[in-house]
């Protein structure tokens, strides 16, 4: 299988703090994607990062990408309650537009 | 901001009869993909399809399943006879182009009785 675990699966902060995700994959990859899920609605994406980056930012997001450790981490800084959601990343190998999906993280974000 | 619609939001369908679940991608990107997520479970992809063909499709789609772009602005998911176990919350999403940002609309939420 492509895809490995996130963790943690679960993610408690107060409001404030930062808030670090987790997410390794087994084989070669593209690209990689992370996205947020609320309760009972869509995927909303929120960013992509390409086999050959190692870093990226968006707002108060920082991803990171290690290849050589098949692995990826999605912080979030000064979290806010409206954060409080699911986080998921998503591969996708050279030839196939086909993401594979990880179990996610369910971060929580304490007012 | 442009957004993937997805109609209706909530499905109920006797087990046996087909369904067909509704998609309008972004009026630019090229790419359409069907996905679903299964209760408690990861969201699985069910199938690409790019200059009105399939590009891709996974083991979960099988001839039950089947895409169609009938008019240029829609795309459908149709599953011929459905079963229990196709209760799903099901994601339609579209990206510009190849290995671009895949996205999500806000899913339609199947119930097979």
């Known amino acids: 299988s492509q895809q490995g675990e996130e963790d943690p699966q679960a993610l408690s902060i107060q409001e404030g703090e930062n808030a670090t995700m987790n997410c390794s994959y087994k084989?070669?990859?593209?690209?990689l994607q992370w996205y947020r899920q609320n309760s009972g609605r869509g995927l909303v994406h929120l960013i992509l990062?390409?086999?050959?980056?190692r870093e990226k930012h968006s707002g108060r997001l920082r991803v990171t990408l290690d290849t050589s450790k098949k692995s990826s981490s999605l912080l979030i800084t000064a979290s806010r309650a409206a954060d409080t959601a699911s986080y998921f990343c998503a591969t996708d190998k050279g030839g196939s537009e086909k993401l594979v999906f990880g179990k996610g993280t369910k971060l929580t974000v304490n007012p | 901001e442009p957004e993937v619609t997805q109609t209706p939001s909530h499905q109920v369908t006797q087990m046996g009869q087909e369904v067909i679940l509704r998609c309008v991608p972004i009026s630019n990107h090229l790419y359409f993909y069907w996905y679903r997520q299964i209760l408690g479970q990861k969201v699985e992809f069910l199938v690409s399809?790019?200059?009105?063909?399939?590009?891709?499709k996974s083991e979960i789609f099988d001839d039950q399943f089947s895409v169609e772009r009938p008019d240029g602005s829609n795309f459908t998911l149709k599953i011929r006879s459905t079963k229990l176990e196709d209760s799903a919350m099901y994601f339609c999403?579209?990206?510009?182009?190849?290995?671009?940002?895949?996205?999500f609309g806000d899913g339609t939420r199947l119930s097979i009785l």
């Open positions: 084989t070669s990859i593209n690209n």
């Open positions: 999403a579209s990206s510009e182009m190849g290995n671009q940002p895949q996205h």
């Open positions: 990062i390409r086999s050959n980056e």
């Open positions: 399809f790019y200059n009105n063909e399939i590009s891709e």
